[in-house]
């Protein structure tokens, strides 16, 4: 077992969500993933309170979507100040036609 951090869903945690849906042209696609990719590993170790980020790819390859955990929405508030956050998602709004950040609670977790 890794000592990585790993996204863990939980009802009840004051964990806070980024889901962040990218649209981007098909021919694009790995392109958004490598920069959001480089935001995460560039800037993981730089800002406090990431606690996971997953990559999502739409099978159609005009989304892609980043789940991010956080451990506040102070923290959250923060890293986005960053200037090398902002470096970062400043490029990917070159490569991303669109982009919707949006903020959650896990309100319930159900398993099959």
């Known amino acids: 077992m890794s000592d990585?951090?790993?996204a863990t869903i939980t009802s009840g945690a004051q964990i806070l969500t980024l889901i962040n849906t990218y649209t981007c042209a098909d021919a694009r696609q790995g392109e958004l993933?490598?920069?959001l990719e480089n935001l995460i590993a560039e800037t993981?170790?730089?800002v406090d309170g990431l606690i996971?980020?997953?990559v999502h790819a739409s099978l159609d390859r005009t989304r892609v979507i980043n789940y991010m955990q956080?451990?506040?929405t102070q923290d959250f508030d923060q890293a986005e100040l960053h200037p090398?956050?902002?470096e970062h998602l400043?490029?990917?709004m070159t490569i991303a036609e669109s982009a919707d950040?949006?903020?959650f609670h896990v309100a319930s977790v159900h398993s099959a």
Do not use: F, N, Y
Request: proline fraction near 4%; glycine fraction near 0%.
């Open 101 to 103: 950040p949006r903020l």
């Open 70 to 72: 956080w451990r506040s």
């Open 90 to 92: 400043a490029t990917i």
């Open 84 to 86: 090398k956050v902002r």
């Open 52 to 54: 996971s980020s997953s």
């Open 44 to 46: 993981s170790t730089l």
């Open 33 to 35: 993933i490598a920069a």
């Open 4 to 6: 990585e951090k790993q």
